[in-house]
């Protein structure tokens, strides 16, 4: 052993040599490193700094990297996933779902455009015309449109069993019950009631109830009438026979009806209570043809006609109508049985007839009675004429109230 004073850097003997910690002697570097200084908690003396050289560097642990694929070990392999469902193949991807969807969203729709589309143009088809609008002179064209709608007393679309259910009568009718013009243009629609006993000058008959002009010479003789008293010129012609009105009626649910009071009137098959009620096809063309139950009459009856009429419009363009097929097929096939046009009407004039006669009460539209000097019915003929006049101009808007009033008589 040597006297040689051990070195304060060097292993303490019988220690291994930690030669990858501390190197070999002889191959240290030349540069000196200083120790950290430490004080004593007693003296606060630095202590001596060593003298001692470390090693080049420090050997950091090893740490062990993934290996990485190479092309010899093949395709790389994808991980494992836990499945709670065995070995069921994976599900369709949810953007795959969602173009299915879409897609059948897309047909349903298409085919629902072409039914809306192709059942009104299949009951045109079945819809008749007649020659209704009369040769030879006639009042100039005028601004706006302007329709005739007649409900014909015409029994002959009805059977034995249904005019008896009915309570019509024979088939022997061939008058109308109802007469009234609809005019539309820039301003409001006006439908305007025309008393079936009105007292009119017939061209070639002499001084007679106007629905005679209808019994005379069919449409075309009723045309000529109305031209000649009004001087409006009629663009379109619609009739609607008492089957028709029935099955229109019923094809929409039925509608409201509010009688002012109650109506008790066996030769009109008619018994309600007074108040807005539903009412069906039966019921409905019972209340537009009774006139034995009001001092009224014919007066009131063209009331309830207007009130019905405008009811059925309402009732076919409700959002009902168009989502449910069958109600929607129904209406349409209704229509076409019940209607006869004028030969020049068309598809779009008689939808637009329809439309509008939804319009055509409070602030949409109004609603009159031709202008009456007593129950007669006699004409008003100073105020008559001052009403033809706004409509041949096609200035609803400028009527004044004591022209269109419900019953005809002034306010």
């Given at each position: 052993?040597?006297?040689?004073?051990?070195?304060?850097?060097?292993?303490?003997?019988?220690?291994?040599?930690?030669?990858?910690?501390?190197?070999?002697?002889?191959?240290?570097?030349?540069?000196?490193?200083?120790?950290?200084?430490?004080?004593?908690?007693?003296?606060?003396?630095?202590?001596?700094?060593?003298?001692?050289?470390?090693?080049?560097?420090?050997?950091?642990?090893?740490?062990?990297?993934?290996?990485?694929?190479?092309?010899?070990?093949?395709?790389?392999?994808?991980?494992?996933?836990?499945?709670?469902?065995?070995?069921?193949?994976?599900?369709?991807?949810?953007?795959?779902?969602?173009?299915?969807?879409?897609?059948?969203?897309?047909?349903?729709?298409?085919?629902?455009?072409?039914?809306?589309?192709?059942?009104?143009?299949?009951?045109?088809?079945?819809?008749?015309?007649?020659?209704?609008?009369?040769?030879?002179?006639?009042p100039a064209d005028q601004p706006g449109q302007t329709y005739l709608l007649v409900g014909s007393d015409s029994r002959d679309d009805l059977t034995p069993e249904e005019r008896k259910e009915l309570g019509t009568g024979g088939p022997e009718g061939q008058r109308t019950d109802t007469i009234m013009l609809l005019h539309t243009g820039d301003g409001p629609n006006l439908l305007m009631s025309i008393p079936r006993?009105?007292?009119?000058?017939?061209?070639?008959?002499?001084?007679?109830?106007?629905?005679?002009?209808?019994?005379?010479?069919?449409?075309?003789?009723?045309?000529?009438?109305?031209?000649?008293?009004?001087?409006?010129?009629?663009?379109?012609?619609?009739?609607?026979?008492?089957?028709?009105?029935?099955?229109?009626?019923?094809?929409?649910?039925?509608?409201?009806?509010?009688?002012?009071?109650?109506?008790?009137?066996?030769?009109?098959?008619?018994?309600?209570?007074?108040?807005?009620?539903?009412?069906?096809?039966?019921?409905?063309?019972?209340?537009?043809?009774?006139?034995?139950?009001?001092?009224?009459?014919?007066?009131?009856?063209?009331?309830?006609?207007?009130?019905?009429?405008?009811?059925?419009?309402?009732?076919?363009?409700?959002?009902?109508?168009?989502?449910?097929?069958?109600?929607?097929?129904?209406?349409?096939?209704?229509?076409?049985?019940?209607?006869?046009?004028?030969?020049?009407?068309?598809?779009?004039?008689?939808?637009?007839?329809?439309?509008?006669?939804?319009?055509?009460?409070?602030?949409?539209?109004?609603?009159?009675?031709?202008?009456?000097?007593?129950?007669?019915?006699?004409?008003?003929?100073?105020?008559?004429?001052?009403?033809?006049?706004?409509?041949?101009?096609?200035?609803?808007?400028?009527?004044?109230?004591?022209?269109?009033?419900?019953?005809?008589?002034?306010?």
């Open positions: 052993m040597s006297d040689r004073p051990r070195d304060p850097g060097a292993p303490a003997e019988g220690t291994p040599e930690y030669e990858w910690l501390y190197g070999r002697r002889g191959n240290a570097p030349d540069d000196v490193t200083r120790a950290i200084p430490t004080q004593s908690p007693k003296s606060q003396t630095p202590r001596a700094e060593s003298t001692s050289r470390p090693d080049e560097t420090r050997v950091m642990p090893a740490v062990t990297r993934p290996r990485r694929a190479s092309s010899a070990d093949g395709p790389p392999r994808r991980p494992e996933s836990r499945s709670t469902t065995g070995d069921r193949p994976p599900s369709r991807p949810a953007r795959s779902r969602g173009r299915f969807r879409l897609g059948w969203l897309k047909l349903v729709l298409l085919l629902w455009l072409v039914f809306m589309i192709a059942v009104p143009f299949w009951a045109w088809t079945k819809v008749t015309k007649v020659e209704a609008l009369p040769d030879g002179d006639r006993d009105s007292i009119v000058e017939i061209p070639g008959h002499g001084t007679d109830k106007i629905n005679a002009a209808f019994a005379y010479d069919g449409p075309e003789g009723l045309i000529r009438t109305l031209e000649g008293e009004t001087g409006i010129r009629i663009d379109d012609y619609v009739e609607v026979g008492f089957g028709g009105f029935v099955g229109m009626v019923d094809a929409v649910g039925g509608i409201e009806i509010c009688p002012t009071e109650a109506m008790d009137d066996p030769l009109a098959n008619l018994k309600i209570k007074k108040g807005c009620q539903e009412a069906d096809g039966k019921t409905a063309l019972g209340y537009a043809r009774s006139r034995h139950t009001s001092g009224l009459g014919d007066i009131d009856r063209a009331k309830h006609q207007r009130e019905v009429v405008s009811a059925i419009g309402k009732e076919a363009l409700s959002p009902w109508t168009f989502i449910n097929p069958v109600r929607y097929y129904r209406l349409n096939m209704a229509a076409a049985d019940s209607f006869n046009v004028s030969d020049g009407t068309s598809p779009i004039s008689l939808a637009r007839f329809g439309f509008a006669m939804t319009r055509v009460n409070g602030e949409q539209g109004l609603t009159c009675g031709v202008p009456i000097a007593d129950l007669a019915v006699n004409w008003d003929e100073e105020r008559s004429r001052q009403l033809f006049q706004h409509i041949i101009e096609d200035d609803t808007a400028g009527i004044p109230d004591q022209l269109c009033t419900p019953t005809g008589m002034p306010r």
